[in-house]
């Protein structure tokens, strides 16, 4: 299963990129997130392995995150017509994703992020249902997009959210 999402972040490329890159506000913008440790490597740099733990619904994901490519390393200066690139693997029970991420500068205070998501499933019906499934990954990519949009323009936090649900 593959799908390509993408959104406008009201902020210059440079800083949307920082803050997706430290861990620190991981929490602030990842719905659902209850751990997100380096097991080897340093935090969002290729190579690096990080246990992940999520709660999505009333089920808890465990699975191995691996980043696969980060170009330009440096995050402080960024040639304005360089696209920054940010991959990951996520292995996890019975499934293996990757995502693509791409972050154009479209003006000066403007951001594009596209996320290419590509999903493996070991199981057969899990392979089986996966086609039915995509609206359902697409719209909970869409919504840590959204999330972290909100998080970036307006300083607003998942958590606060989650508490009064």
């Known amino acids: 299963m593959k799908y390509t999402v993408s959104?406008?972040?009201?902020?210059?490329?440079e800083r949307v990129v920082q803050l997706l890159a430290d861990p620190a506000h991981l929490p602030k913008w990842l719905r659902g997130?209850?751990?997100?440790?380096?097991?080897?490597?340093?935090?969002?740099h290729v190579?690096?392995?990080?246990?992940?733990?999520m709660h999505m619904g009333q089920q808890k994901i465990e699975c191995t995150e691996t980043i696969t490519r980060r170009e330009p390393v440096d995050l402080q200066s960024i040639a304005t017509q360089d696209v920054v690139h940010f991959d990951r693997e996520i292995v996890g029970s019975g499934m293996w994703s990757a995502t693509r991420d791409r972050f154009t500068?479209?003006?000066?205070?403007?951001?594009?992020?596209?996320?290419?998501?590509?999903?493996?499933?070991?199981?057969?019906?899990?392979?089986?249902?996966a086609p039915l499934m995509t609206g359902a990954f697409r719209k909970q990519s869409l919504q840590h997009?959204?999330?972290?949009?909100?998080?970036?323009?307006?300083?607003?936090?998942v958590r606060v959210s989650e508490r009064r649900s």
Do not use: C
Request: charged letters at 25%.
């Open 7 to 13: 959104m406008e972040i009201a902020l210059p490329r």
């Open 47 to 53: 190579g690096t392995k990080s246990r992940v733990v």
């Open 145 to 157: 997009m959204q999330d972290f949009k909100a998080f970036a323009e307006h300083g607003k936090d």
């Open 105 to 129: 500068e479209t003006g000066p205070e403007t951001t594009l992020w596209a996320s290419e998501n590509e999903y493996r499933f070991s199981s057969l019906p899990m392979r089986l249902a």
């Open 33 to 44: 997130l209850v751990l997100h440790e380096p097991l080897s490597g340093v935090h969002g």
